[in-house]
Every structure is written in structure tokens, then in C-alpha cells.
């Protein structure tokens, strides 16, 4: 992959174009990593991974991208199959940073490990939890972090309850991270693995988008690391509400580095206004589109 700098619009307001990467192979030539997602080192297992074993996962992930933004986001295992030792396999029971109440041993593991490689590498990783529904579950979080000598903690919105309080999870927390996939799954109530109901789990879903907004607006560093930041104009919106990073499959980075290249970030805010004033995913499209292409 070629190195391909810092992300900007035409009048060079600065929008962090990072990867979402799932497993311990090393990415090259990335601004940064703005979602690590960890599972790989705990599913399909008996028992959990030791410090040791996760320490050397983080190392191959951080060492070749010391010196820029690496967000490691804690275990969020659980959702769809269970894992014996810790989360029962429901997207609506324990998942996530939940599974932290009866292991909370894992959660320390997990960021002593990150604490290592973190010192091993010279790197300063951001951490993040997955499903806080809470500003006291933030804060928690953010005070174990800490404990373990790591600076930057943060939350994902992925549930309704943390949208709609964003402001408050923020001021327990260095910054936010939106999940569209999971937010959109819980604001609908629909199974975002049911092909189906992809009608709902739209991106472009006004409801959606209007947490998306509310998140955005509060006064820090808000991304966006759900499948809603791959799409190149969605993007444009994202970047018009306010979000300062995007995270996404390393693959779409050159679209979303283009088209964003191409559009200043006054016309990223008009374009983020239009859409917001349509009432169907459709209409939000239309009117994203017409203004790209005028
Ligand atoms: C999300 O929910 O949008 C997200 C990025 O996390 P995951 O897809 O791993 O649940
Ligand atoms: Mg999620």
C-alpha cells in the first residue's frame, strides 16, 4: 500500500483518514489506525489469551506505526457466539465492555498487555471500549486506562443511550468514537447480520444520522469507525457534521482521500445540512448526489 498522507478537503481542513484492521498483521503507509478490533486474540478458545501472548499481538500492530494514532478498542466479544470463559452470545446481554463486571480481570489483562507493547514500541496507543451505555461506565473505563499508565481512553456510541448523552460519556473521556454499525442496529432493533432488514441498517437512515449529528456536535474528538465512514460521500457528511476522523477498511481509504480532496469543507457543511432535511434514506442519497455533482 502506498503511503498516502494526511486526509484534507480542497481548503486543507484536516480529516484523519484512518484503518480498521482486524488481526495482528501489520499495516503500512496509513495515517493511522482508527479501530483495532481485538477479538481475534479471544475467540475460538477455552481459555483467555495471557498478557504475553496479547503483548506480542499489540507489538506487530503498533511497532511499525510508532509515532502515529493507533486506537486498540478493548474486547468486544459476545455479541453472536458466545465465548465460554466470559459473554454470553447476545447482542443484548453481556458483550462488550459488560463483560468487564464479572472478568474484569479481562479488561485488566487486556490493558496491561497494551501498556507493554505501548512500552516496548514507544508508541501511545488510544484505547477504547466498545457498548458504554453510561457516563459512570466511561468513566470506569477511563480510570482503569489510566491505571495502567495509559493516556487516552475513550468510548464508543454505539447504543442510543450513549448518542443521546454523548456530551456527558465526553467529559469522562478523551474523545468518542461512533459505531454506526451497532448504533444503527440498536436504534432500529434490527439484526444487523439479517440481510433483510438492510433497509433499516441503511447508514443513510435519517434517525441514524441525526445521532450521528448529536454525537458530533459535542466539543471533542469525535470519528466515526462503522461501515457509514467507507462511503465516499457519506463521508462528506460525516465531515460537514463535525467528525474529525474516519475509520475504515484500509481498501476504501483512496475513494474517501479523493473525494474529499475535491470538496471544500463549506460545501461538506451544505452537504451535511440537505441531508439532514430529507425524511427517507433515498431522499438523504438524492441530495448528497446532487450536490457532488452540480
Ligand atoms: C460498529 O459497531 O460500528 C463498530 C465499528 O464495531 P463492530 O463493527 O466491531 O461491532
Ligand atoms: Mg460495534
Known amino acids: ?152 481512553a475513550g468510548a464508543m456510541v454505539e447504543l442510543p443511550a450513549a448518542a443521546l448523552r454523548a456530551a456527558d460519556i465526553a467529559s469522562e473521556v478523551d474523545f468518542l468514537s461512533v459505531g454506526t454499525n451497532d448504533l444503527a442496529q440498536y436504534t432500529f432493533a434490527a439484526d444487523r447480520h439479517r440481510a433483510e432488514l438492510a433497509d433499516l441498517l441503511d447508514p443513510w437512515q435519517p434517525a441514524l444520522l441525526d445521532l450521528v449529528a448529536h454525537v458530533a456536535a459535542v466539543p471533542t474528538h469525535v470519528g466515526v469507525c462503522g461501515e457509514a465512514a467507507a462511503d465516499p460521500l457519506l463521508a462528506l457528511v460525516l465531515t460537514g457534521l463535525g467528525v474529525d476522523s474516519l475509520s475504515m477498511p484500509p481498501a476504501s481509504l483512496p475513494a474517501v482521500r479523493t473525494i474529499l480532496a475535491a470538496h471544500t469543507l463549506a460545501q461538506c457543511q451544505e452537504l451535511a445540512a440537505a441531508v439532514r432535511r430529507a425524511t427517507t434514506p433515498t431522499e438523504a442519497r438524492a441530495a448528497a448526489r446532487r450536490l457532488v455533482l452540480d
Not at 58 to 69: F, I
Not at 86 to 99: D, F, K
Open 1 to 152: 500500500m502506498l503511503d498516502v498522507g494526511p486526509g484534507r478537503t480542497a481548503d486543507g481542513y484536516r480529516v484523519e483518514l484512518l484503518a480498521t484492521i482486524g488481526g495482528p498483521d501489520p499495516v503500512h503507509g496509513v495515517e493511522g489506525v482508527g479501530l483495532l478490533r481485538t477479538e481475534f486474540l479471544f475467540l475460538g478458545r477455552s481459555r483467555p489469551p495471557t498478557v504475553e501472548e496479547q503483548r506480542v499481538a499489540y507489538r506487530e500492530v503498533l511497532a511499525p506505526l510508532t509515532g502515529r494514532k493507533v486506537v486498540v478498542r478493548t474486547l468486544d466479544a459476545g455479541a453472536d457466539e458466545p465465548i465460554p470463559y466470559a459473554a454470553t452470545g447476545s447482542a443484548l446481554g453481556v458483550r462488550g465492555i459488560r463483560i468487564a463486571r464479572a472478568r474484569p480481570d479481562l479488561l485488566r489483562d487486556q490493558l496491561e498487555a497494551i501498556a507493554r507493547a505501548a512500552a516496548d514500541t514507544g508508541a501511545v496507543p488510544w484505547v477504547m471500549a466498545p457498548m458504554i451505555a453510561t457516563p459512570a461506565e466511561a468513566a470506569a473505563f477511563a480510570t482503569a486506562v489510566r491505571e495502567h499508565g495509559l493516556t487516552t
